[in-house]
């Protein structure tokens, strides 16, 4: 099967001398019906993933080195006009914050059905059922009445479920969700999680679902990426990555989630804090912070390798569970 | 809750605010005056150098309460004992319980003065307050305070800007720490951080606790970083405490339909894979709150008294108190 989107070795740079990578190296891939999650802390380059897909880099951010292939066929080297096309049709975006992905002097009706028209051409009665068929299928009630309202009519849960139909109103193949459910409350993260999981699976939209928070990855993604200073550390099947993590920095992020229950005096934490891009050290860029660093791990980059299921960018990644034990001894 | 005598005690503290529109449009239109009830009736005791954790989701009257408790607002009714003492929340505190209460709050990147070197938010309050005489003893103690948060000394010459958000929120905590306070109100501390930027800041907030011998009230969206935290634990919802109970008894045998939901579709890795089932519904507005238990459009054991009469809180057999008909009445 070919992948639906497919990156292989993405290297996005900051022009400077020397140049800063933001990106480097990053290969993933998205196929049809499937969640992708997409995590790291912040400045790891996750939005910058999702920005060089859409080819949204912002100047003077530049893809230096790599390809990224939609459907086969590469898009980082399209035209601009052609590139204008696809976004929106068959390649579509999820904000963060749903109120400033839409228009606050449009109505809602308004916005979706110049959206539907936009990309497909049907006539004024046509575009309207439409609108309300996609706020019925995104689960909003009384769509008929609701498409003449103003965004600030809607509560933020409501608000993300219209910028979702407005993604879908052109029918895309793939779906890049830049933290979804951050602006939302718990119980509205689930209900727009279940809209994300149910699109993907009825629909065969592929997501690249981008978050810092693990347990929206947990509940939602088949595979996940991890990043870490703009570099893949891990990426494979969720209740792989998630569960038995192989990159000690995976095993610090997953072991830092406070759980409920868990009565720990302390929770695990992982010494240090993300090198800043004009100060990444030689080697794998998790070595300053790494309990299982050596000689080999400050010199020479790990090359990402397969194990089992799982792609990972660590030399250790072999070593017990136990071993990585010391990483769980905090130093607050 | 506890046996011992409460450092903070609240009683039936309520905050309104009218958001009515403008005198002239309200005689026009002949409207009603429009009041929000942000805090509807508040009691809850916390126990010297414990933990009260709050949870709710966003716009249930969390951080009212908290500025209403703090002293930067004043309640529209209701009364607060501070260490056994009446406290008058309509008027400014006095001195001595101003130094004693102090608040740490969400977003550190709007808590700091960008102007002010960290030597100056931190040793401000050492200077007010006369705990410093000079300015040598103040930068000795602001150093000692730096040292504590887990900085170093030299950073009192920097400038916010020159610090990552999980270093300005220790500055924060300097800060808040800088006038020995005994009772520390944190208002979504970690929520803007990533994971393992928010381990290391719960950790260094337990020990701070012990070391300082501090009273939090901890309020937070995030169930586990609650639980993490908190000795007793409040579940806030629209405007009101629907439970609050030992945190071992709330998480494990949660008594309100609400806590109950909340405690369901917290996205943790153990629902790997199975998108927890999300309840249909949202917070409804303050401004025009149901009648009788304000969460029983959502609740699936609401019947015709739930609709029309407010629940009290009963007090539970292992402490604490649920505001619920149903449980009351033996139906769940």
Redesign the interface.
Known sequence: MTALLDIRALRVELPGSPPLAVLDDVTLSVNPGEILGVVG??GAGKSVTGAAVLGLLTSPLRQVAGEIRFDGTRIDILPEARMRRLRGSEIAMVFQDPLTALNPVFTVGQQLIQTIREHSPMGRTAAHARAVALLREVGISDPEARLDAYPHEF????RQRVVIALALAGEPRLIIADEPTTAL???????I??LL?GLARSRGVGVLLIT?????I???ADRVAVLYAGRVAEIGP??EV??HPRHPYTR???G???????G???????PG?MPRLDALPEGCAFNPRCPLADARCRAERPVPRLLGAVQVACFHAEARQTDAAQIER?D? | MSAAEPLVSVAGLSRVFDVSPPLVTRLLHRSPRRLLRAVDGVDFTIAPERTLGLVGESGCGKSTLARCVAGLMAPSAGEMRFQGKPMDLARRPDRAIRRSIQMVFQDPYASLNPRWRVETSVGDPLLAFGIARTRAQMREQVAALLTDVGLAPDDAAKYPHEFSGGQRQRIAIARALASRPAFLICDEPTSALGVSVQAALLNLMRRLQGEYGLTYLFISHNLAVVDHMADDVGVMYLGRIVEKQPKRHLFDAPRHPYTKLLVQTVPSLETLGRASAPLAGEVPSPVNPPPGCAFHPRCPHADARCRAERPAPVPLPGGGSVACHAVAEGRI
């Open positions: 802390e912040s509560s933020g849960g409501m409350d718990v119980s509205i993260q689930a209900q999680i279940a999981v810092h928070d693990m347990g929206v947990a509940e939602a969720v209740a998630l569960l610090g992020l997953v830092a989630i406070p759980r409920i229950g868990a720990l005096e302390v929770l695990p934490q992982i804090a905090p607050a």
